[in-house]
């Protein structure tokens, strides 16, 4: 495991700061509900997104990007195969993969997939809520794309997957939970509003592969994203109180939010 | 035909206030421009969206939800399939489902996948513009997604249509005209600007699954759906002129359009 | 070749009003990123979007059409079938189209999938930055869906491409260069911002297309539609500095940006 950097607020601020400088390019494949506002986040955020999951084009990117999601918000048999050939082709290249198992758990076809990847090459970070994260090792639970449990309740899941597949496990919640099964990190930062407009976790597993793409601890990473979405949101939601401006808002504070932002608001525990 | 309310701006109300409280989980098939909006209109309304077309996952998802829409906007071959997979699991687990036949009418394929469908399980409610609801009884017409009809053209294909399937048709228009076969109830509420937004008729269909999912009654879900819509339609038109920030503000107002807007503005007729 | 009209700015500004009163409907096949907005962008300037890449429905809607998109941006097997079809279908039935040939160069097979649908029918416009345009004519370069290089230096391939074809070519960038092989113009409006927002080169497609369904003039089209996009950007850029806001004030400025605003703004070269 390399862990280069501690994971605090002067860390999480370089991390930032970085993704705006590089600019890395970051392939999403991910879900077609979401995919405009995952791209629009990332651009907001200063990444370069990139989309296709069709295997011929996919597999290109994803050797070329700095970094690959993987959502499974809307699998189909056709993306599968794409999501297939990112996951093989990143790895070869060693590129790092971000997975996100939207709505494991309650949803057998796509659990087992979630399986699949993760035994195809381990990404750098599995980011879910706490249901998904508990349906990796085995549990059930979750309605829909929501969570039925706390993050809390997944840190004994979380650990194991950490260790199982040397990655990162990332629960978010009302206080987020992250681990890479030695260092734990807790995120105390966000706000509500943030579960009133669809994709901001999706949103948020894309920012953790763009802050894979500009440094090599996956915990940093992850938390980086963390911190710099959920402190947009806080900036979001205290000038559009209603979901549809609080949408636009959060973009507009993903753009905003920099190093100054973080090293004084992020509530890093 | 379960007729348990009678249609009136105080039962609309209540329904409008189960639905925040009940955050039912909607099931949508729906296409892929609209998916986005879609969901976070539902969020904005107070209930739950869970959206995938693959069969494996759709079949679960359809039997555990409140209720399932399904919208033929960019139905491809491969997202029929999960339609069919839904419908018949819907039905078989006794949950309402929500037909919006986009484009019914000129486009042949789909206008015999709507028949299909209607055949595998009737829906609850049929939601569509004049054009659409006089395709499904045989007539042509219609220019791309916009109807060359009026509500009240389709008035006789709506009462045949909801006495040969015993369901609620929900034609929309400048005044939108609603029947059970029996009931008939109209909506003068509205704005133009809700015209210059794609996907506004989209999700009136998915606020009617929300709200057949908290009513028994699919002439009071619509007609619910239909007011709240329009009510926040001519909330957002009177601080959004223009058709980008007007989408903003439709969202806004969804949250903000509660039982008292509701007793107060409905003009029911 | 058909040249109705010198490309000036009062001739532009005839084009814009003709788009708002004829209202032409614009069969999209683009990609799932960019939809919602593409279509949101042709309401906002006075279009009609329809969107499907389904085989028998993109057939019918592309011979009743004003005109065609094809964007590659997140082309599948699937909708590749619904491309060849509708552009078959377009040019059956005289009906223009253009070809948006997103990341054209750096993903080999959706290159070779834009070379099959120009030897199929050439379109009306080829519409890319100026990576893609080289990569039409054998260059390579390009990462992701960003050119690396300049409109200028693909003067030579845009040239070489228009002639072979007998088509426009629109490179865009900071100044946009358009050619018909025998005339040439250049846009110098825009704003940085447009490159910060997902789809904006996607809307241009778009609204180019919607263009075409009201002149016979390629050139002019491409041109007005240019102007239209790029006034409306500036405008949207004054009063909204951050990308979030800045994407609901661009389609706010497609419909307030008048025949007026392109006399006295449009910077034509």
Chains 1, 2, 3 share one sequence.
Do not use: K
Not at 26 to 55: K, R, W
Not at 66 to 71: F, H, I, K, Y
Not at 177 to 182: H, K, R
Not at 210 to 230: H, I, K, N, R, W
Request: some cysteine.
């Amino acid at each position: 495991m390399v862990t280069t950097t501690s994971v605090t607020a002067d860390a999480v601020a370089e991390v930032r700061e970085n993704l705006r400088d590089q600019a890395p390019l970051v392939h999403c494949l991910t879900n077609l509900v979401v995919a405009n506002f995952t791209a629009n986040a990332l651009l907001a955020a200063g990444a370069s997104p990139a989309m296709t999951d069709t295997p011929e084009d996919a597999r290109v990117l994803a050797a070329g990007a700095g970094a690959v999601l993987v959502n499974l918000g809307t699998v189909t048999h056709a993306s599968a195969e794409g999501m297939r050939a990112s996951v093989t082709s990143a790895a070869r290249a060693g590129r790092p993969w971000v997975l996100d198992p939207v709505a494991a758990g309650p949803l057998p076809w796509r659990t087992a997939l979630a399986g699949d990847l993760l035994a195809l090459a381990p990404p750098a970070v599995v980011r879910g809520n706490a249901s998904e994260v508990l349906a990796l090792t085995g549990g059930t639970g979750g309605r829909g794309v929501e969570s039925t449990a706390d993050p809390e309740q997944a840190w004994p899941a979380a650990r194991s997957l950490a260790g199982t597949y040397a990655l990162t496990v990332a629960v978010s919640g009302p206080v987020d939970l992250l681990t890479d099964g030695e260092r734990t990190v807790r995120v105390a930062n966000g706000h509500p509003l943030m579960t009133r407009v669809t994709g901001v976790g999706c949103v948020l597993g894309a920012l953790t592969a763009g802050c894979l793409a500009v440094t090599e601890d996956a915990l940093l990473a992850a938390t980086a994203a963390t911190v710099l979405l959920t402190l947009a949101g806080e900036a979001a939601a205290a000038r559009a109180p209603l979901p549809g401006a609080f949408a636009t808002a959060l973009l507009d504070e993903l753009d905003a939010t920099d190093a100054d932002r973080i090293r004084t608001g992020a509530r890093l525990g």
